[in-house]
């Protein structure tokens, strides 16, 4: 099945495995990256506003028995792909898209000593790591299951807790922990808990107009199919949402329009220059 890894002002990264292989598309395929020596772990894609290009980022991990991983970054301007070399940073296996905010890519991976929150930057092509809001050594800490998503315009952090043993399993004192980021500062934003004994909670994807967060998950029976819950913070209210004639597997990113070709070589910010030129021209003409 296709896999969406990422999508910036419009365009949207794929993966199509094909005998084993991949190959990338948003419109177009993707050149081979020739430094390949087997499966990534994880991807990324974004634009780069400082040279008005887009970038998809490869990460792989050469040696599965070291905290290290090889990344590789490819550029649509030049239609090539450039090595990074090697980041001190363990990725979970299979694939696993980093989320975009603001031009940055985030992952959660292991760093030298713990899981830290793993940070692109897109344009400057840095990596960097930000400590996760729990101590990852302490197992009798460590959460059951982590999400990154977006709660009202900030990266924040879903620290799923399962707090009972799976064979009395009733879901009953789960609840969810929600960390936004500020300045590379975690705080606590506040803690789920409706509905936890028949709701499932996934990742958070989008706060809607009406102040809402619409989140991956539905009802447990149905939690082998991807679905989605609005989650209201200010009535702790949550709604299963249906959709119908949703095929059984589908994956899940946001999306917006662009009237911007794909190969025109202006992506953002010279179409917007140009548009704001020719209004002054009209003005003055009618002054």
């Known amino acids: 099945m296709p896999t969406i890894l990422g999508s910036s002002n419009g365009l949207v990264l794929i993966v199509i495995a094909v ?11 993707l050149p081979a990256n020739t430094a390949d020596s087997g499966d990534s772990d994880a991807h990324g894609f974004g634009f780069d506003c400082k040279n008005d290009d887009y970038k998809v980022i490869r990460i792989e991990s050469s040696d599965p028995n070291e905290e290290v991983s090889e990344a590789s970054v490819y550029s649509l301007a030049s ?15 299979g694939i696993n898209k980093g989320f975009l905010l603001n ?12 899981e830290v929150l793993v940070c692109f930057d897109i344009s400057d092509e840095m990596f960097r790591d930000v400590p996760l809001p729990y101590n990852s050594l ?26 009972e043993n799976s064979t009395i399993c009733t879901h009953q ?7 936004t980021m500020t300045d590379n500062k975690w705080s606590k934003h506040l803690n789920i808990s409706a509905h936890m004994t028949d709701m499932y909670y996934g990742r958070p994807i989008q706060t809607l107009q009406n102040g809402e967060i ?32 949703d095929p059984d597997e589908y994956d899940v990113d946001t999306y917006i329009e662009t009237l911007v070709p ?7 910010n010279k179409t ?16």
């Open 19 to 29: 005998k084993s292989s991949e190959i990338f598309a948003f419109g177009t395929r």
């Open 103 to 114: 031009g940055v890519l985030y992952w959660i991976a292991t760093g030298i000593l713990s």
């Open 138 to 163: 302490d197992e009798a800490e460590a959460p059951s299951f982590l999400d990154l998503g977006v709660w009202e315009g900030k990266l924040c952090l879903f620290i799923k807790n399962h707090m």
């Open 173 to 179: 004192n789960d609840h969810v922990d929600v960390w």
């Open 79 to 93: 239609n090539s792909w450039k090595e990074l070399g090697i980041i001190p940073y363990h990725f979970p296996l």
């Open 262 to 268: 794909l190969n025109s070589g202006t992506y953002v």
């Open 214 to 245: 619409l989140i991956e998950g539905g009802p447990r029976k149905e939690e082998e199919g991807i679905g989605f819950i609005s989650y209201d913070p200010q009535l702790e209210r949550v709604r299963a949402l249906k959709i119908h004639g």
């Open 272 to 287: 917007r220059k140009k548009a704001k030129t020719k209004r002054k021209k009209k003005t003055d003409t009618d002054d």
